[in-house]
């Protein structure tokens, strides 16, 4: 980090960002600044209001002045400090530090970017108990400033429960030719085949599942005052509707089950399923997802990526 003279130094200090001291070719830098600086701060979420968070910030300029030797470092970091010791991380308050970065680089930047990195907890209720616990999700929020504009990307991660389709159906195969193999007299007593069911001889097979996660990318409208953190998590899990679970007592572990019974899906269901419920939503200007089941028969994952496709939007790219 470059040391600046201050009006309070006893001493003149060398500024190699502004005189000759050292040699440089020259050239412009897509981006330079700082990453992993580490700040408590505030984001303000569209349903819930302010919520603490403790962030991993990255914050750059672009140089776009080819004689500069380099960007004044400690004044991206300052202003980080000032910015978000007084307000929330909001659109609003995200749009004045990239400002105050390009004000303070005139003449060396044209462009400023900044993201944050952090877990967001949620309290989630169980199933059926009167449970609840803390979930933990991965946010990302991303914003540039340039000439086009504040530009505002968030991006969540949310784990969720997959059953396989076709192991489903080969369970169920086995499941009836034990049903044959034992009851082919043809003479059937409900109370029997009650019995039965309940056996482990008789539901001689289960489908696999698998824990997924769901990772989402979002451009937010221009017109945002916050961010939707809760709600395009809630959109995520109300759509594939096996959102991993908390507290669990065993009412809520059997209604899990139940839950995964009814949502069988590959991997091509869950993006489906996802791209349904964030296509009608104007707040979304363009997205991006990928889903990822974290396979338990194979070594390997299955994945589906798809987007909104938008004309000059995300690419869909892994």
């Known amino acids: 980090m470059k040391r600046e003279s201050g009006a309070d130094n006893t001493k003149a200090m060398p500024d190699v960002a502004s005189n000759s001291m050292v040699d440089h070719s020259g050239g412009t830098l897509d981006w330079v600044g700082m990453s992993e600086i580490h700040l408590p701060a505030r984001v303000s979420d569209t349903r819930v209001g302010e919520r603490p968070v403790s962030t991993s910030i990255q914050a750059y300029v672009n140089l776009a002045n080819p004689d500069a030797k380099g960007i004044h470092m400690s004044r991206l970091y300052l202003m980080l400090e000032e910015t978000f010791g007084d307000h929330s991380v909001s659109p609003a308050s995200i749009e004045q530090l990239l400002g105050n970065f390009l004000e303070t680089h005139e003449g060396l930047s044209t462009r400023g970017f900044v993201q944050f990195d952090f877990e967001y907890s949620m309290r989630r209720p169980a199933l059926k108990s009167s449970y609840a616990g803390w979930k933990s999700y991965t946010v990302s929020i991303k914003a540039s400033l340039g000439e ?152 390997h994952n299955a994945v589906a990526i798809v987007t909104k496709e938008v004309d000059g939007g995300y690419l869909p790219i892994p």
């Not at 409208?221 to 916050?226: F, G, N, R």
Request: overall charge negative; charged content about 25%.
């Open 148 to 299: 086009e504009g504040l530009c505002t990307e968030m991006y969540v991660e949310v784990p969720y429960s997959s059953t396989c389709p076709c192991s489903a159906a080969l369970a169920r195969q086995l499941i009836q030719e034990k049903f044959r193999e034992d009851f082919q007299s043809g003479k059937v007593d409900v109370d029997e085949v009650f019995e039965w069911l309940g056996t482990e001889e008789g539901i001689r097979a289960t489908p696999h599942s698998q824990r997924s996660i769901a990772q989402v990318r979002v451009l937010l409208d221009k017109a945002a005052e916050s961010f939707p953190i809760t709600a395009l998590i809630d959109s995520i899990e109300e759509a594939l509707k096996t959102p991993v679970q908390t507290a669990v007592k065993r009412i809520d572990e059997q209604e899990f089950a139940l839950l995964n019974g009814q949502n069988l899906m590959f991997c091509e269901d869950a993006a489906r399923r996802l791209k349904h419920a964030l296509d009608p939503q104007p707040c979304y200007r363009d997205f991006w997802l990928r889903v990822n089941h974290l396979e338990s028969l194979h070594a």
